[in-house]
């Protein structure tokens, strides 16, 4: 490929989690026979709504119509993603695709350019595979029943219920993170979250307090009362209709519902959280005769999920060079669904500890111009180096050192190990998504140039 122009350096906007490979929610999970506790507490629903007429939100863009596309669009936006951060992101992406056939005819890398620094890239893929699959089998109407809308590509059973009941007044009902975190508080579920047994409690709990109308406003109720009231860290039981008979409130330490990942399986013991990971890369900012930059197009899976990026030379504890933008750390586990379970962490650059650029010594400028040899024959004459910074994600940290590096004339083309790859003109309107740390590294480069 030998297009010119990437996307442009868009700011990252308090950007969600960038980062860990997609989580795409797939299919609906099995259904698990489960055992819940004999005794759960009274209906809520009555005070749910209550609470919702005077405190809930209901003036968020995706709530003004609800059309079924605007619907599904938010919610596969809100999986994992605050909605604080999700709403300027989903302005600009209906205004550029403001429905389901625009969607459906429109390039993938469009479509990864407006959602670029939103994170998770998988849902952008599987959101653009489900148009075109809606087109193909539906005659492009979003289709209502429950069993159609779980099947597309992307959404998972909770989805699907948001969905079917915010769009088309089904009765479903919903399990994202918010409202595992109010329901296992409420029913004082203390298994590990992702247990199958913990899954099928909830969703079992979940169905026995829905509501035979305003099923919409309920759900809605729901994840506003996670988000709002009842939150991860210091739940305001003094502020909840639920608090009378809620029983992780009344248990003294609700915080401790549910368990976290590493928690216990008994109880809602809390044992500790695993160390973050630390990468360490060099981006390559190679530049042709003429000023344009090489980028590669990442592989569909892991970090940066088909966005356009720059080659990244590995230090160690990376993989070995040989796959260029393939070799890049591992996705971790599938995050929840829907609305996160508090809110996600940004993901953030930070100018590193060592952000005072050091200059390759030469021998480690001999080892990077070999390997540019070597993986992207390419002849390269390395540069300045650029502030360094840590670009974080979900899982882990990424330190990124920017160095220049030249490629004279004369050179043969790129060779990217079966990665499509372009030569990006900075002075052009982008066509093609960044990862919100590659657009600094551009910004950077405006503000001082070579
Ligand atoms: S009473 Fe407290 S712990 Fe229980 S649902 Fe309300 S905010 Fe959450």
Not at 77 to 103: E, H, K, N, S, W
Not at 112 to 131: E, K, P, S
Not at 242 to 262: F, N, V
Not at 316 to 333: D, F, H, K, L, Y
Request: charged content about 20%; overall charge positive.
């Amino acid at each position: 490929m030998t297009a010119t122009n990437a996307a442009p350096a868009a700011p990252e906007v308090s950007p969600p989690p960038e980062t860990s490979p997609v989580p795409p929610e797939v299919s609906p999970p099995p259904e698990v026979s489960a055992e819940i506790p004999a005794e759960i507490p009274a209906k809520i629903s009555a005070r749910l709504l209550k609470w919702y007429d005077a405190h809930g939100r209901k003036d968020l863009p995706w709530q003004r119509a609800r059309e079924p596309y605007r619907v599904w669009v938010a919610e596969v936006m809100l999986q994992q993603t605050q909605v604080g951060a999700v709403i300027p992101y989903y302005r600009r992406f209906m205004r550029q695709f403001p429905d389901l056939g625009a969607l459906a005819a429109a390039d993938l890398d469009a479509v990864l350019r407006h959602w670029a620094g939103l994170g998770y890239y998988a849902r952008a893929r599987n959101l653009h595979a489900a148009a075109r699959q809606i087109v193909a089998r539906h005659g492009g109407e979003f289709p209502a029943r429950f069993e159609d809308i779980a099947a597309l590509p992307g959404i998972g059973r909770s989805t699907a219920g948001a969905v079917a009941a915010f769009a088309f007044g089904k009765r479903r009902a919903i399990l994202d993170g918010n409202v595992k975190r109010v329901l296992s508080r409420y029913a004082a579920l203390g298994g590990r979250p992702g247990a199958a047994k913990t899954q099928a409690q909830l969703w079992q709990v979940a169905e026995q307090q829905l509501p035979k109308s305003r099923v919409a406003d309920y759900n809605q109720a729901l994840m506003d009362l996670g988000a709002t009231v009842c939150a991860r860290a210091k739940p305001k039981c003094d502020a909840c209709p639920l608090a009378a008979d809620c029983r992780a409130h009344r248990s003294g330490d609700p915080a401790a519902y549910p368990a976290r990942k590493s928690g216990a399986v008994t109880g809602a013991t809390v044992t500790g959280k695993p160390a973050r990971r630390r990468k360490t890369v060099t981006m390559l900012i190679v530049r042709d005769r003429v000023g344009h930059v090489l980028l590669v197009q990442r592989p569909p899976r892991g970090i940066w999920g088909g966005l356009w990026s720059l080659p990244e030379y590995p230090h160690r504890a990376a993989r070995p060079a040989a796959t260029v933008a393939r070799s890049q750390p591992s996705p971790p586990a599938k995050p929840p669904r829907s609305q996160p379970s508090s809110p996600a962490k940004p993901s953030r650059s930070q100018p590193s500890p060592r952000a005072k650029p050091r200059p390759p010594t030469p021998a480690q400028r001999r080892r990077i111009e070999t390997w540019c040899a070597r993986q992207l024959n390419l002849r390269v004459q390395t540069g300045r180096a650029l502030p360094a910074f840590t670009h974080s994600f979900t899982h882990f940290d990424l330190d990124i050192r920017p160095l220049l590096a030249d490629a004279p004339a004369g050179n043969p083309a790129p060779r990217m190990d079966g990665a499509p790859h372009l030569w990006y003109n900075p002075s052009k309107p982008a066509t093609v998504g960044v990862p919100a740390a590659v657009a600094r590294i551009f910004e950077r480069l405006k503000v001082a140039p070579e």
